[in-house]
């Protein structure tokens, strides 16, 4: 028997560092060939990194949460044959007592495939479980962050789970046994009025804390400011409805966001000075012809920006079957780092949620981020009578190193007459 060190791959474009996000093995479980054994991430999105080899997990190499090193040692595994460790290299790395386990995958999560998935991992026999450890009441239960997740994504309190660990650690094993209680039986509070005194730790790892890092980023390296303008979406709803009632069997149902980005496409033609990414370590601004807009999603995992490519060459219907497919592709989890990568503006939107006003964080190194509220129906005086009329929001950020408050206040006016006046959009 030999030993097989799985390295840390180079991902390619220049990333010297990932972060190890989830383990779906532990040691003393047999790994096929091309079964993925862990997830990390980039910045752009979450790698798959499968097992060249057949074996026994010997070792892992770090915890989820820990960045590490591109060709920094991840995984041992014990193989038939000689292996590629040699006899005077350096000893296994430490390893918990209970590394963390296969959790639920985030579905939303991006991912880029870099190996089929093989059959599961075959488990070896369960070993004997120790006696559960007394807990008090108020004492934090010992676990790993895996566990933590698990239990938290199963509504479980880890304070009422007996963990069978060492010191009382709580094992996944633990959660099986838990889950398989009657439920009547549980020792949870069953009075909405009962006095709470537990707290959980949750680890910000993955694409949270890849999230955390952007949005601080972006707030300390831009000098943000918002404006706000209200727009009259009487006419461009009309035009919707009727687009939908005659084309929406054969070509699909339109929303807003086609249009809006459609009157942004139009209107940077006049103010090209909004339509960049600005590198403020080589103080260069790169202006671009092309419109790749950013279609802020919320996905299970968190908040990604899909990006719609050459937004200027589409029409409303190629434009609105794009930024379905990128959702869909972000909801499962199958958008690639270049799909998420590359914008050049940003449309985010809440859509019923939107609010009356927000002041949306400018995705770095973009310059500008359009954000949408919800449509009301209010009175309103049109030439001298009140009527009612539907409005909505836009409030978007700018970064004020780059645009200045007129251009921006312009550029926004602008799109408002591209979207009050709806025909306006379609003329050359």
């Known amino acids: 028997m030999g030993t097989h060190v799985i390295k ?56 989820p949460g820990e960045v590490m090193a591109v060709g920094s040692e991840l995984i041992r595994i014990e193989v038939e044959g000689a292996g590629n460790l040699r006899e005077d290299a350096a000893p296994a790395p430490a390893v918990a007592a209970e590394a963390p386990a296969a959790a639920p995958k985030a579905p939303a999560q991006a991912r880029v495939e870099v190996a089929a998935v093989s059959v599961a991992a075959v488990k070896t026999a369960p070993t004997p479980r120790a006696a559960p450890v007394a807990r008090e009441a ?37 959660l099986d046994a838990y889950l398989a209680q009657d439920t009547s039986t549980s020792a949870a509070p069953a009075s909405g009025y009962a006095m709470r005194t537990d707290e959980q730790h949750i680890p910000v790892i993955g694409l949270r804390r890849k999230i955390a890092q952007r949005m ?64 403020d370590e080589a103080q260069i601004i790169t202006r671009f012809g092309a419109a790749h807009i950013g279609v802020a999603a919320q996905s299970d995992g968190g908040l990604m920006v899909p990006v719609v490519r050459h937004a200027e060459s589409l029409n409303l219907w190629a434009a609105a079957d794009e930024i379905a497919r990128l959702a869909n592709a972000v909801r499962t989890g199958k958008a690639t780092r270049e799909e998420l990568s590359g914008s050049t503006i940003t449309l985010t939107s809440l859509g019923a949620l939107g609010g009356i006003a927000s002041t949306p964080v400018v995705n770095l190194p973009e310059v500008a981020i359009i954000g949408v509220n919800r449509i009301v129906e209010r009175p309103v005086v049109v030439k001298g009578q009140i009527v009612i009329r539907k409005m909505m929001n836009l409030s978007s950020s700018f970064d004020h190193r780059v645009v200045d408050g007129m251009d921006a206040a312009q550029f926004i006016q602008a799109m408002r007459g591209l979207l009050e006046q709806p025909a306006s959009l379609f003329l050359e």
């Open 138 to 174: 108020n004492e934090r239960p010992l676990a790993s962050p895996a566990v933590r997740k698990r239990a938290w994504d199963a509504g479980i309190e880890l304070r009422f789970v007996q963990g069978s660990g060492p010191a009382g650690r709580v094992l996944h094993d633990d």
């Open 216 to 279: 601080q980023d972006a707030k300390r390296r831009a000098a943000h400011f918002s404006y706000v303008e209200e727009i009259d979406v009487t006419a461009l709803e009309e035009l919707r409805a009727q687009l939908n009632q005659k084309w929406g069997e054969t070509r699909g149902k339109l929303t807003l966001l086609p249009f809006l980005m459609r009157a942004m496409v139009v209107a940077l033609r006049d103010f090209p000075q909004i339509n960049v990414r600005y590198d």
């Open 8 to 63: 840390m791959p180079d991902i390619g474009e220049g990333i010297a560092q990932v972060e190890l996000v989830e383990w779906f093995v532990k040691v003393g479980d047999l790994v096929s060939e091309d079964q993925v054994v862990a997830d990390v991430m980039t910045d752009k999105a979450t790698v798959d990194i499968p097992s060249p080899v057949a074996g026994r997990v010997l070792a892992l190499g770090g915890q």
